[in-house]
């Protein structure tokens, strides 16, 4: 019980992180501090989608983070979840040019693409217990079920219940309270 606590504490300080950096803050980190909070969100958000029993073939499998596209993180993302696990999976990050039917993905971040449309990349993930997370510097097209949004100079996020339930996974109400908006299931 205290787990699921301390990571809902995180994802609030996440979303009140201001999403530029300060003046004067010293030395420019080699990543924005918005995609630092994106990438942290990206990890964060696992323990709080139930995945279906059938997502792992083994209990030692990696849990995969996908960056499908421009890979707004440099290495950040990478090093941010060394040594992390959701549960008995270790955190892994891949990068795609393209998303496939067969990409082997728990959450799939989608950033600039140059091989594909967004809303390609998302009907080939759809219906897959995958977790279709879109940056905000991309217009939203529907089908994502969490899209990154700058609001007043913070990330917040939107979540898709029906996205969400189309791809088999359901996420949890803790999670749902700090969306800046829920799309219900249509």
Excluded at 31 to 50: D, G, M
Excluded at 138 to 158: C, K, L, N, T, Y
């Amino acid at each position: 019980m205290r787990a699921p606590a301390c990571l809902l504490a995180v994802l609030l300080a996440c979303a009140t992180c201001e999403a530029s950096p300060q003046p004067g803050a010293g030395a420019q980190p080699d990543v924005s501090l918005e995609y630092a909070v994106k990438a942290t969100y990206l990890y964060k958000l696992a323990p709080f989608v139930n995945w279906p029993p059938t997502t792992f073939e083994a209990a030692d499998q990696p849990f995969r983070i996908c960056v499908a596209g421009e890979d707004p993180f440099d290495d950040y993302l990478q090093h941010a979840v060394a040594g992390r696990s959701l549960g008995t999976h270790p955190f892994e990050v891949r990068r795609l040019e393209t998303l496939t039917s067969d990409t082997q993905c728990q959450i799939v971040f989608i950033s600039h693409l140059s091989t594909q449309s967004i809303q390609q990349a998302l009907d080939a993930v759809s219906g897959k217990p995958v977790l279709t997370v879109v940056d905000s510097t991309e217009p939203h097209q529907g089908g994502g079920i969490v899209h990154f949004v700058i609001d007043r100079g913070r990330v917040r996020f939107v979540i898709d219940t029906g996205a969400a339930a189309r791809n088999h996974i359901t996420i949890s109400s803790k999670l749902l309270n700090l969306a800046l908006a829920v799309r219900e299931a249509s």
